[in-house]
């Protein structure tokens, strides 16, 4: 019975093609130097004598016509509507789209910001991390710290709105922030709310331009009411949305 | 790898050698190409190389069955003659057509694609459904049954060949 060699050699190629795998490389290279040499060269050549013979057979005028015309096999040529049923095209538009969205979001959000929303959405994170015991403990009225914050700090117009003056507060601190500077934080018995108050952020010309009304910053479920005044920042941050902010300050506007 | 036009002369010399008959094997040339070409057409897949010759076997073993066939039976084989190279150089192509278009299937297949010299041996597999030692022997056997019709045919004597009279 023929070994894998003898097999493999009965179909070597008639000529050197690439792609001829090691297997069918070793066998020819061991045929040729081998004691077989002979019975394998008059192999190469009956099979490059009828190769040759192959190559002669005349291709008949009326089937040549067919190999001049290029257009003979159309290429395949994919519809916009084959294109757009196509699962991967689906899933890139998918993707785009939610890119896009959040891109969008963003944008819409970054037109509405103001100077110093970056500051706002940073000590939203503070509120969200701290909890009351490192406040100082001070029950007053909110809108009773002005003076403190003044005597104490030195903190010149860190005054509470009007709208959150008469809250109950449970404490208060005074801080430095690396980014946002000198902050008051007080801690409200009211929905658990906290008040910020921290210097204004001037801008691209370097001014510093109050507003009265308020804006709003959200950052991961928190949220802060922002107004603006001789050049301080207050903040009310609230666990919640809009909604639960607009309540409190539409109820002062009556 | 695309089929373009130029590969197609190969699969016309593919036809004539499963059919022996220029007729035919241009019958089946141009239903495959025009099957290739509905194809594209269609939502299907571009045909690829190996498609064509595929496609172009099986239409070709059809119209064989057609016509007058060979009676099966066992053909002499002798070795490889050193000489068959000079015998081979006498013969007319169409004469090689014939003997291997009367050759049984799947050795037909298997002669008519390994002499286009054309495919690498995982190509040929592929195209014949078969594993390389069935392959080697059909070749092998294809060999030294054509070298014996070379003898009865052109016998070749010291540098000089002899039409044996039967081609």
Known sequence: ?254 | MAVTTKNLPQLYRFCFLMTGDAAKAQAAFQDTVREAATRSEGDEPPPDRLWFFRDARWRCVALGEQGIQAEPGMLEEVEISATAPRQIEQLEPAQLALWVSAAPEPQRSALALFYLDEFSLAELLSLLEMKAGELSELICSGRRQFQSWLDSTIAYYEGETFDAGQG
């Open chain 1, 1 to 254: 019975m023929p070994d894998k060699a003898e097999l493999l050699l009965g179909c070597a190629p008639i000529t050197e093609k690439s792609g001829i795998d090691r297997a069918m490389r070793v066998a020819i290279q061991r045929a040729r130097h081998g004691k077989k040499a002979a019975t394998f060269g008059h192999q190469q050549a009956f099979d490059a004598a009828i190769a040759k013979l192959v190559r002669a057979i005349p291709v008949d005028a009326q089937i040549a016509e067919w190999f001049v015309n290029e257009n003979l096999i159309p290429v395949v040529r994919h519809g916009w509507k084959k294109i757009v049923r196509n699962p991967v095209v689906i899933a890139i538009a998918t993707a785009l789209l939610v890119i896009g969205g959040v891109v969008a979001y963003r944008v819409h959000e970054h037109l509405k910001d103001f100077p110093g929303a970056d500051k706002a959405r940073r000590l939203l994170t503070v509120g969200a991390s701290n909890r009351s015991v490192l406040l100082d403990p001070l029950q007053t009225d909110a809108g009773a710290l002005s003076d403190l914050f003044f005597m104490k700090h030195r903190l010149e117009h860190y005054d509470v709105p009007q709208e959150f003056a008469e809250f109950k507060t449970l404490g208060t601190r005074v801080f430095d922030d690396d980014e946002v500077r000198r902050v008051a934080q007080i801690w409200i018995k009211e929905k658990r709310m906290q008040f910020f108050l921290f210097p204004a952020e001037p801008d691209k010309q370097g001014k510093i331009n109050d507003f009265s009304d308020w804006r709003f910053v959200e950052l991961e479920g928190w949220t802060g009411a922002v107004t603006q005044r001789n050049g301080v920042c207050f903040m009310a941050a609230i666990r919640g949305g809009e909604k639960d902010l607009q309540g409190y300050l539409e109820k002062k506007k009556q």
